[in-house]
């Protein structure tokens, strides 16, 4: 039942963005979600993630594997092709192992973004990331954009 319900709430994000009036869509590559760009105003923007695997073959416990983001993008700078925001996030994740299997985490940093061809977002976050489920921690977060392994995109309409 629990992971229906997970199934859900993830279903439901993806309604709700495309009905709050969907501006793109794209790639995570850090976290490996698949992501709608929601326009809030001018200078704000939500983007909603959200990645699922099933495999029927595993154990009973290990079967479903989920992870739902949620980040509150407020512009800071604005320079040409290049924005500097702010960003503000939650990250939920479900593994596909029976003990320690959900995690919950905080981020706050930035979440520069080049535009290139007019509609297409090239991005990466930093900051600082706070895992409170299943340990806490604290910890910074980041990695470089990179068009091979780890450019996060965004295709916008």
């Known amino acids: 039942m629990k992971k229906l319900t997970l199934f ?37 923007a939500l983007d909603v993630g959200g990645a699922i695997m099933y495999n029927d ?20 700078q604005h320079w040409g092709p290049v924005d500097n925001n702010f960003a503000a996030g939650v990250i939920f994740t479900k593994l596909p192992q029976k003990t320690k299997n959900v995690g919950f985490a905080l981020f706050g940093g930035l979440q520069p973004e080049v535009t290139l061809l007019d509609r297409i977002l090239l991005s990466t976050r930093f900051g600082l990331n706070i895992p409170l489920a299943p340990d806490f921690q604290i910890n910074t977060v980041g990695s470089g954009i990179s068009i091979v392994g780890g450019a996060s995109f965004k295709i916008l309409w």
């Open 8 to 44: 859900a709430a993830a279903l439901g994000l993806a309604v709700s963005a495309n009905a709050q009036g969907l501006k793109g869509v794209g790639y995570d590559a850090n976290l490996n979600h698949i992501v709608a760009r929601i326009g809030l105003n001018q200078n704000a």
């Open 57 to 76: 073959a595993a154990a009973p416990d290990t079967k479903l594997a989920l992870g739902v983001s949620g980040f509150y993008l407020g512009k800071l």
